[in-house]
């Protein structure tokens, strides 16, 4: 089974600068997909980013950006001059991609960032 | 285009009660999906279909029942609520085909069992 760990529970930063939240994930499969979802204060699970497993460029969305290591099993997000709005619990999650995956996702822990003005 | 519903948005339950959990989508996905989020423990599978009439345990699927009679539906029930079922619930889907990978979620359900 998919294992997927978000160390760090609670995260902050000032408006405007950097942060980034880490995953690491452990799996034997090859082949799969790793995303970050953002859920606000209004509960709402809303995906922010995605990386195929297969492709070794990281995926970037705008001011959100990932760092995925395979052989190290990490797929870090990075947000790039933090906004208010990004205010939120992140959840790292993972779906192994095989024929009997059925799109089925393994979530983290979950990481609550603050954005402090 | 509503996306994903869910119904009731809110419920308090004494131990012991029963209840199902409306779930409804108007895109025409085949997967749907029952998760319960817990503080400190993300969100965990409860039940899966992946499509009319077929359902499939998850990863915590003890104490619940599923039902998927029509594609748009997917009905989550609590026979007998136990307070370790207190939790906020979500209902998902998504497209069947290989690239399709956002899974679309409804705005949860908190249920309180007293």
């Known amino acids: 089974a998919q294992t997927v760990t978000q160390s760090q529970p609670e995260m902050s930063v000032q408006e405007a600068e950097t942060v980034t939240l880490s995953c690491t994930y452990d799996?034997?499969?090859?082949?799969?997909?790793l995303f970050w979802y953002k859920q606000p204060p209004s509960r709402q699970m809303i995906l922010v980013i995605r990386q195929e497993a297969y492709k070794q460029q990281n995926a970037t969305e705008n001011r959100f950006s990932v760092n995925f290591q395979k052989a190290a099993k990490s797929f870090s997000l990075k947000i790039s001059d933090s906004q208010l709005g990004d205010t939120a619990m992140y959840f790292c999650?993972?779906?192994?991609?095989?024929?009997?995956?059925?799109?089925?996702?393994?979530f983290g822990q979950g990481t609550i960032l603050t954005v402090h003005p | 285009n509503a996306g994903v519903t869910q119904t009731p948005k809110f419920r308090v339950l004494k131990t012991g009660q029963s209840m199902t959990l409306l779930c409804a989508q108007d895109m025409n996905h085949e997967y749907m999906y029952w998760y319960r989020q817990d503080p400190g423990m993300g969100l965990r599978l409860i039940h899966y279909s992946v499509g009319e009439g077929t359902t499939a345990k998850g990863e915590v699927p003890d104490g619940y029942n599923v039902s998927r009679l029509k594609k748009q539906n997917f009905l989550l029930g609590l026979e007998s609520a136990a307070p370790s079922q207190t939790s906020v619930y979500f209902c998902a889907s998504r497209p069947s085909t290989e690239y399709s990978y956002e899974q679309y979620f409804g705005p949860g359900t908190r249920l309180t069992v007293t």
């Open positions: 799996t034997s499969e090859s082949n799969y997909y």
């Open positions: 999650a993972f779906d192994h991609a095989g024929g009997t995956s059925y799109g089925k996702l393994t």
